[in-house]
Nanobody
Framework: QLQLVESGGGLVQPGGSLRLSCAAS????????IGWFRQAPGKEREGVSC????????YHADSVKGRFTISRDNAKNTVYLQMNSLKPEDTAVYYC?????????????????WGQGTQVTVSS
């Protein structure tokens, strides 16, 4: 069974850090583009960061550029999202997604597999 499982969410104060993990079972993440998306209450889902399968190139939305970093550990079949300098507006449910794409994209419907999401709350 193909499955993605996110972990690492939680409650953090503004300015703090979290590292989200996206672990795959049933398939090898190395051959997939991976995207991190988030959805806050009352808002549409947005693409935050992604990493390509072909060349490892990455993309970060302007809202998180310089604060978030996406990376892979192929040996652990896991992708990470390191989030620093967190702001209250980063509060959302964060999802990882995998797509059989050479280059990653912010377009959610191009991804084939989704995790269940992990809650990130930034509040003092």
């Amino acid at each position: 069974q193909l499955q993605l499982v996110e972990s690492g969410g939680g409650l953090v104060q503004p300015g703090g850090s979290l590292r989200l993990s996206c672990a795959a079972s049933g398939f090898t993440l190395e051959y997939y583009a991976i995207g991190w998306f988030r959805q806050a209450p009352g808002k549409e889902r947005e693409g935050v960061s992604c990493i390509s399968s072909s060349d490892g190139s990455t993309y970060h939305a302007d809202s998180v550029k310089g604060r978030f970093t996406i990376s892979r550990d192929n040996a652990k079949n896991t992708v990470y999202l390191q989030m620093n300098s967190l702001k209250p507006e980063d509060t959302a449910v964060y999802y990882c997604a995998a797509g059989r794409l050479e280059l990653c994209t912010r377009i959610d419907y191009q991804y084939d597999y989704w995790g269940q999401g992990t809650q990130v709350t930034v509040s003092s």
